[in-house]
C-alpha cells in the first residue's frame, strides 16, 4: 500500500485506479504544476528484475513520442528507491471495459464513434512506427466528454522489430481475447494485427459478447488460429455496412483485412452514413473485394453515347407487345404492394414488426406492447446516456418480426451506474472536495470540533469504499481542531495549584523563568503569556514565571505597553530594559507582525530579568520562502509562528542548497506553532 506516499517530492499518489500484470496505475496531483495526474507504479515483485523495469522504461520511451488527442500524454518517468513510475495524463472518465460491462450491447452510432477514434489514435501510432499490441476495452479509457484515448502501450513495439507473442513461459503479450492469430503465433506482426483486435472490440460493442471463448487462454488462442472467422448475425441488429467491416477485420490473414488504420476510419465513417449498404465482402481464400455501395452514378456531363438507348431499342423493336406487358405487371405488382404493405402495415402473416421502444418511459412502452398483443419483462439497467425509468435497448431488436403474445424484453436504466467511493479521510478539506469533483460528486462540508489537524477530513457519508450513484452528493466532516477553552488566570497561585488545574484543562504548563518577584510569595505564580478568558485550542502550552520569594537585585522596572507596535521593535526594548520575552502567537492577518497582548500588562512593576508573555498576530498561513537558504526560511517561518519540523533535499530541480517548496505548500492555511517540512535542492 502507497497511497498517499508522495514521489520526487511533487507526485502525490492518492486512489487505485487499475491494475495489469506489471504494474498498478493510482490517481494523484502534481503537486507543483497543481493538475490531475495518473501514475503507473511498476509493482514490486517486478522492480528488481531489470528484465521487467527494461519494459517498464520502453512503455515510456515509446509513448513518450506520441502526442495526439486520442493518445494518453506521458509527462515524467523515474525512479525513486524502488518505485519505478510514469506520470501520465489524467483521463477523468472511465474505460470502455466498464461501459460494456454496465450496458451490454451499445447503440450503433455510438460503437462507431468510438471505433473511428480509436483508428485516429492507431494511425497517428502507426505513423511513428509504432505498434500497440495490447487494443483491449480496458486500454480504451472514455471521458466524460466522449473523447476517446487509447492507453497502455506497455508492450508496444516499433513494426521494425520482430515481434513475439510469449517471451518467457506462460508470459503471454497481449490479452488473449483479443489476440491476432499471427500473434498467438509468434509471427510477425503489422498494422493490420492490432486492426484484428480492434475488430474484437467493435463485435464486443455491438453483441454485448465477445466472438471467442474457452474453458483456458490456450484454447482461446487456438480459436483465434482455427476456428472459423466470426459473422454477426443478421437478427443482431447491426447494419449490413458495419456487420461487413467486421468480418472484414476479423480475417485470419492480415492481407485480408484493413491494410491501415485511417482506411478503416473512413469505411466506418461511410458505414454511418450509407448503414444498408454492405461494401465488403471478404474470404481467407482470396483478396477482399469491394462491392459497389450504390448504383453508377451518372456524370454531370456524360457522354451520351454510352446511352444504352440501343440496348432498349433492341428489345421494344423485337417484340412491341411486352410494352403494355410490362405496364399491366408494373400496375399489378404497385396494388399487390399496397395491399400487403400498406393495408397490412407491419402484421405479416400473422407477426408484428416490433416497434422501437427505446427512450420511451416504462408506462409508455408498457401500453404500447399490450397494444400490439404482446408480453414484456423488464430488466434493470444502470446507464451513463439514459435518464432514469427510461429503455435503453430491447430484445428482439425494433423491426423484428415476432408472432403474437410474444414476449419483448426491456432493458431499463435505473439511473447512473454505482461509483466505487474512494477513501478521503485525511485528506485537506480543499484537495478532497476537489477530488471527489473531478469525479463527478457532488460534496457537502460539515465541521465540527475533533482531536485530528485543523481542515482535514475525519469522516464521510457514504462511507469509504462503499459504491455511490454518479453525481450523488458525499458529505465530508471536516475538523475544526479541538474544541477551544477559555485561558484560566493562574497568577497569584502556587505553582501545585497551578499545575492541577492546567492538567484539567487539558494545557501544558511551562516554567520559563524562576526569579525574585517583590510582594509575591516564593513558588507562586507571578505572570503568565496568555490573556485569561481568550480562546485557546486544547494541548496548548502555557508559560509561566515562578516567583522565589527572594529580593530583588536591583529596583523594579516600569513595564511599557507594547500593544499595538512592531513585535521586533518590543523585543528590542524588553532586551534593552534588562526583561526575558516569551512569545505566543495568534492568527490575525490584519495586524500581522504586531503586539495583541502583553503580560503582565503595560505599566505595571517588574523586577529585572523577569519575562514579558508577548503575543504576536501572525497570517496563518504558510509563507513563501522559495529560492531562500536553509536560515533564511527559518527565520521567515518564525517569524510567521512556525518550526523547522524537518528537511527533505531532492536533486530534481532549484538552485543548490536554496528552497525549492514546503509541505504544507505555500498559501495553506496552518496554526500557529505547527512543524513545516522544507524540502531543499541538494543532499544531506
Known sequence: MIEQHTIAGRYRLEERIGEGGMAVVYSGTDALLRRR???????????????????FYQEAESVGRLSHPNVVNTYDVGHEDSIYYIVMEFVDGCSLAEIINSEGRLPEPVAIDYA????????????????????????????????VKLSDFGIARAFSEQTMAMTRPGLVMGSVYYLSPEQAQSREL???????????????????ELPYTADSPVAVAIKHIGDPVPVVPPESGV????????????????????????????????????????????????????????????????????IDVPRRNSVTRSNPAIVPLFIVLAVVAAIAG??????????????????????????????????????????????????????????????????????????????????????VRGFLAGDAQRSLSEQGFHVRIERRYDAAAKESVVAQRPAPGSRARAHSLVVLVVSMGPKPIDVPNLVGL??????????????????????????????????????????????????????????????????????????????????SLGLLETLSYSVDPAAS????????????????????????????????????????????????????????????????????????????????????????????
Open 37 to 55: 495526474i495518473a501514475i503507473k507504479v511498476l509493482r514490486d515483485q517486478y522492480a528488481a528484475d531489470q528484465e521487467f523495469v527494461r519494459r
Open 116 to 147: 473511428a477514434q480509436v483508428c485516429q489514435g492507431l494511425a497517428y501510432a502507426h505513423r511513428q512506427g509504432l505498434l500497440h499490441r495490447d487494443i483491449k476495452p480496458a486500454n480504451i479509457l472514455v471521458g466524460k466528454d466522449d473523447v
Open 190 to 208: 503489422t498494422p493490420a494485427s492490432d486492426l484484428y483486435s480492434v475488430g474484437i472490440v467493435l463485435y464486443q460493442m455491438l453483441l454485448g
Open 239 to 306: 447494419s449490413p455496412a458495419l456487420a461487413a467491416i467486421v468480418n472484414k477485420l476479423l480475417q485470419k490473414e492480415p492481407a485480408h483485412r484493413f491494410a491501415a488504420a485511417s482506411d478503416l476510419a473512413r469505411a466506418l465513417r461511410e458505414a454511418r452514413e450509407r448503414p444498408n449498404v454492405a461494401a465488403f465482402a471478404t474470404s481467407d481464400d482470396a483478396p477482399p473485394t469491394l462491392r459497389s455501395p450504390l448504383p453508377p452514378r451518372r456524370s454531370p456531363l456524360p457522354d451520351r453515347r454510352n
Open 338 to 423: 399496397f395491399a400487403i404493405f400498406g393495408q397490412f402495415g407491419s402484421h405479416l402473416g400473422g407477426r408484428i414488426a416490433l416497434a422501437d421502444f427505446r427512450n420511451m418511459s416504462v408506462a409508455q412502452a408498457q401500453a404500447a406492447i399490450v397494444a400490439d398483443g404482446l408480453q414484456v419483462r423488464f430488466l434493470q439497467s444502470p446507464s451513463n446516456r439514459v435518464p432514469a425509468d427510461r429503455v435503453i435497448r430491447q430484445n428482439p431488436p425494433p423491426g423484428s418480426l415476432v408472432q403474437k403474445n410474444s414476449l419483448v424484453e426491456l432493458i431499463v436504466s435505473n439511473g447512473l451506474p454505482l461509483v466505487g467511493l474512494p477513501d
Open 494 to 575: 502556587d505553582l501545585a495549584a497551578a499545575q492541577k488545574l492546567v492538567a484539567q484543562l487539558g494545557l501544558t504548563l511551562d516554567i520559563v523563568q524562576q526569579s525574585p518577584i517583590p510582594g509575591v510569595a516564593a513558588g507562586t505564580i507571578a505572570s503568565q503569556d496568555l490573556v485569561p478568558g481568550q480562546s485557546i485550542a486544547q494541548r496548548a502550552t502555557m508559560h509561566v514565571v515562578v516567583s522565589t520569594g527572594a529580593e530583588s537585585a536591583g529596583p523594579p522596572v516600569t513595564l511599557p505597553n507594547f500593544v499595538g507596535i512592531g513585535a521586533d521593535a518590543a523585543r528590542a526594548q524588553l532586551a
Open 593 to 684: 507582525g504586531t503586539v495583541l497582548a502583553e503580560q503582565p500588562s503595560g505599566g505595571s512593576a517588574v523586577s529585572p530579568g523577569s519575562s514579558i508573555a508577548l503575543t504576536v498576530a501572525v497570517p496563518g498561513e504558510v509563507p513563501d520562502t522559495e529560492g531562500m537558504t536553509v536560515e533564511q526560511a527559518r527565520t521567515t517561518l518564525e517569524d510567521a509562528g512556525y518550526h523547522i519540523g524537518s528537511i527533505r533535499y531532492t536533486t530534481t530541480e532549484g538552485a543548490n542548497g536554496n528552497v525549492v517548496h514546503t509541505e504544507p505548500l505555500v498559501g495553506t492555511t496552518l496554526a500557529p506553532g505547527a512543524n513545516v517540512t522544507l524540502v531543499v535542492n541538494g543532499k544531506s
